[in-house]
T-cell receptor
Framework: AQSVTQLDSQVPVFEEAPVELRCNYS??????LFWYVQYPNQGLQLLLK??????LVKGINGFEAEFNKSQTSFHLRKPSVHISDTAEYFC?????????????FGRGTSLIVHP | GAVVSQHPSRVICKSGTSVKIECRSL??????MFWYRQFPKQSLMLMAT?????????EQGVEKDKFLINHASLTLSTLTVTSAHPEDSSFYIC?????????????FGNGTRLTVT
């Protein structure tokens, strides 16, 4: 079984400031990792994913995330946020070693960007 | 590519009636689709896995007779909320992916806001 913990339910930040949204996972097997963004009253949109290779993954809208196997983390970062980045962000993990490929989602982090 | 279309985006119905939500993969075939329910300010709760040509797999605690899922083709899955009650009011989201591997990300519809009066 696998689980995802998003430590912060809400992260307020001022426009143009850097931001980090934290994600830790637990799994007994190797994993794939994802970050999704959800704007109000919409579905989720993929920001980026880690499958293998370089631990630093770049995604859309200037976001990036770093896979840290020893710390079982996959934190999302952006060096300078915009008002339009205000949204809900979900970290997800799926099994990379067979079995169920249904991803497990974290509870989400609400990023609130203030002018 | 990999677009998932979900309709309707919003529906209001009276208690006791049934509502059907459609989920279509527009540019890929999906043997499996997933239905989620999302409560305000909370994460997604997987309700069921829809399998083309066979019965859906429901998660524990989800009433299969209340939430009927039909996956009649490789591009269409439907969720019918039968005899809806106010407590069924929620945001329902479907998703699918072009391949079955765990590294293939899910593509989501825009969700359906169901309000039962």
């Amino acid at each position: 079984a696998q689980s995802v913990t998003q430590l912060d339910s809400q992260v307020p930040v001022f426009e143009e400031a850097p931001v980090e949204l934290r994600c830790n996972y637990s799994s007994s097997v190797s994993v794939y990792l994802f970050w999704y963004v959800q704007y109000p009253n919409q579905g989720l949109q993929l920001l980026l994913k880690y499958l293998s290779g370089s631990t630093l993954v770049k995604g859309i809208n200037g976001f990036e995330a770093e896979f840290n196997k020893s710390q079982t983390s996959f934190h999302l970062r952006k060096p300078s946020v915009h008002i339009s980045d205000t949204a809900e962000y979900f970290c997800a993990v799926s099994n990379a070693s067979g079995g169920s490929y249904i991803p497990t989602f974290g509870r989400g982090t609400s990023l609130i960007v203030h002018p | 590519g990999a677009v998932v279309s979900q309709h309707p985006s919003r529906v209001i119905c009276k208690s006791g009636t049934s509502v059907k939500i459609e989920c279509r993969s527009l540019d890929f075939q999906a043997t499996t689709m997933f239905w989620y329910r999302q409560f305000p300010k909370q994460s997604l709760m997987l309700m069921a896995t829809s399998n083309e040509g066979s019965k859906a797999t429901y998660e524990q605690g989800v009433e299969k007779d209340k939430f009927l899922i039909n996956h009649a083709s490789l591009t269409l899955s439907t969720l019918t909320v039968t005899s809806a009650h106010p407590e069924d009011s929620s945001f329902y989201i479907c998703s699918a992916r072009p391949s079955t591997g765990g590294g293939s990300p899910l593509h989501f519809g825009n969700g359906t806001r169901l309000t039962v009066t």
